[in-house]
């Protein structure tokens, strides 16, 4: 089946540091690769998203590339900002056996920026 | 911008009592989805719903759990018996579409607590 393996957090950083946060990711097909973000009271909200191999998702400073070859999409930033400190999920959709192309989530790596 | 919002945003229950988490999604989108995270885990999928019945769920969606969409705006979860377990963070999401590259809009959550 499908699943999202993300890097445990809390990955803590000051401000103006460079940020990866690693994601690693089994599927059966060809999914689509997502980071989404949650910010303290709000819900997820897609950050940048990827189709295909090789693409480059980016979004507000936020970068990620589909590796097919190492199943992966790490999130990175080069200069996170204390407005950065969120929870970020690492997703994949893909065909299922009945049709449908339901997320998988990851657990979520908590990011906090200390000014 | 269009919202998804979900009520009680925190719910306290005791084991065995009836809850009904609430949901009223993006006016324009078709496709509702309801997620759960235990606390430290995974973002789960529980179940979708479109055109008024449910397009697919998960084996944790048993005979303990139903959805309804009783009024054309809201979108409800209802667990019959809540158990210890079902204590986690419930959210609801719409979209558009239901494709490879869908993109979902989620709530802020529900958080049950059952003692």
């Known amino acids: 089946g499908n699943s999202v393996t993300q890097m445990e957090g809390p990955v803590t950083l000051s401000e103006e540091a460079f940020l990866t946060i690693n994601c690693t990711y089994t599927?059966?097909?060809?999914?689509?690769l997502f980071w989404y973000v949650q910010y303290p009271g709000e819900g997820l909200q897609l950050l940048l998203k990827?189709?295909?191999?090789?693409d480059k998702g980016s979004n507000k400073g936020f970068e990620a590339t589909y590796r097919k070859e190492t199943t992966s999409f790490h999130l990175e930033k080069g200069s996170v900002q204390v407005s950065d400190s969120a929870v970020y999920f690492c997703?994949?959709?893909?065909?299922?056996?009945?049709?449908?192309?339901?997320?998988?989530f990851g657990r979520g790596t908590s990011l906090i920026v200390h000014p | 911008e269009p919202e998804v919002t979900q009520t009680p945003s925190h719910q306290v229950t005791q084991m065995g009592q009836e809850v009904i988490l609430r949901c009223v999604p993006i006016?324009?989108?078709?496709?509702f989805y309801w997620y759960r995270q235990i606390l430290g885990q995974k973002v789960e999928f529980l179940v979708s719903?479109?055109?008024?019945?449910?397009?697919?769920k998960s084996e944790i969606f048993d005979d303990q759990f139903s959805v309804e969409r009783p009024d054309g705006s809201n979108f409800t979860l209802k667990i019959r018996s809540t158990k210890l377990e079902d204590s986690a963070m419930y959210f609801c999401?719409?979209?558009?579409?239901?494709?490879?590259?869908?993109?979902?809009?989620f709530g802020a959550g529900s958080r049950l607590t059952v003692l």
């Open positions: 006016s324009n989108h078709l496709y």
């Open positions: 997703a994949l959709s893909d065909l299922r056996t009945g049709g449908s192309y339901i997320p998988t």
């Open positions: 999401a719409s979209s558009e579409r239901y494709s490879g590259a869908n993109v979902l809009t």
């Open positions: 990827a189709t295909k191999a090789d």
């Open positions: 599927a059966t097909g060809y999914p689509s």
């Open positions: 719903f479109y055109n008024n019945e449910i397009s697919e």
